[in-house]
């Protein structure tokens, strides 16, 4: 006994399958991967011992700073970051931020200066220490943590340092008469942020 099927219902089998189909791919438009990695933290910055570094900035009298604003000399310093991870999409760069020991009341951006090594046995006043990034010698560093700092990119061949380079000097704050002499050390604390 054979079987014959009508042609209405071999095209509405058809039709009924494609149907299917369209709405299969309707309802699965695509696929979306998701990558990455997790990492440990493993920038070190390597200094003149260990991970310090000392910049000398300089003896200038006091009647150098004639009134606030007034800046000595640039030094050029450089932070150097060893054993970082190769630079990814996911992690191109990481950030310096920076803290001090002691900021000034009124600006998060003068390192307060202290007797630390030099010789004296008091502070001088009316001065503070400001660092600005290479080529930005208007774009002050912040101490105060935050995470408006400064981006280095991560190095494309495993075991390259990377550098970032700054400038310090002193910055009056105060008029002439207020500068007073004295030891003019400040500390500064580097942190390095994975983002």
Known sequence: MSIKLKPAIILTTLLTMSSIHAQAA???AGIIHFTGEIIEPS??????D??????????????LFTGPGVESPLKPFTITLVDCPVTSAGLPAVKLTFTGSTTLTKTDSLLDVSQISTSGTVAAQGVGIAVTPNQADTT????DGSDMGVEVGLPDLANDAV????????KSFAAASAVKAGAADADM????LYR
Do not use: M
């Open 189 to 192: 604390t580097i942190n390095i």
């Open 163 to 170: 550098e970032a380079t700054f400038n310090a000097r002193y």
């Open 26 to 28: 309707e309802n699965n």
């Open 43 to 48: 920038c070190e910055i390597l200094e003149q």
């Open 50 to 63: 260990g991970t310090d570094s000392t910049v000398p900035l300089g003896t200038y009298p006091t009647s």
């Open 140 to 143: 002050y560093i912040k101490f």
